[in-house]
């Protein structure tokens, strides 16, 4: 994986950034359920009600990378954002088809993170073979939606009504 330098302008202090893309590890677990916990109890960017635990992270990790990878993006020794796709549908006919999702860091967002991720994932999963790749995105998400839409995806379609949280039923747009 490509190690990054990046030099940003904040307010007249010039701040340098080591930025590093590369696999997730086991070892990871708990800085990036940390970093996803707060968007599962405080937004309906995920469906679920309550963060899994460590040991249910972990597993996730293992059972994606089994067949697609999952990256953490670290910027000075900390984890700033993860991303991973994981399989589209279970039956072979799906086999070149996936499914992507990216987490920022809070406080971390527009600052590139999320494109690097998803260039990176996307580069993978393109050597991998994969044909097809697909994100779900709960509705209304309209900086999601336009992040997404400068990504190359484009809206096919939506599942009314599919997701149901925090006293709502939503729409998730594929």
Known sequence: METLIRSVLCKEVLVLEHI??????EADAEEMLALYAPYVLHTTVTSEYAPPTL????????????????????????????GYASPHRKRAGYQWSCETSIYTRMGFHRRGIASVLYQ???????????YSIYVGITSPNP????????????????????????GKWRDVIW
């Open 20 to 25: 590093i893309i590369r696999p997730a590890t």
């Open 55 to 82: 040991e249910e992270f972990r597993e996730r990790i293992r059972s994606y990378m089994a067949k697609t990878p999952w990256l953490c993006c670290v910027i000075d020794g900390q984890i700033a954002g993860y």
């Open 120 to 130: 990176s994932l996307f580069d993978i999963l393109t050597y991998q073979g994969y």
């Open 143 to 166: 900086r999601s939606m336009a992040f997404h839409m400068a990504m190359g995806f484009s809206r096919m379609g939506a599942y009314h009504r599919s997701m149901y949280k925090f």
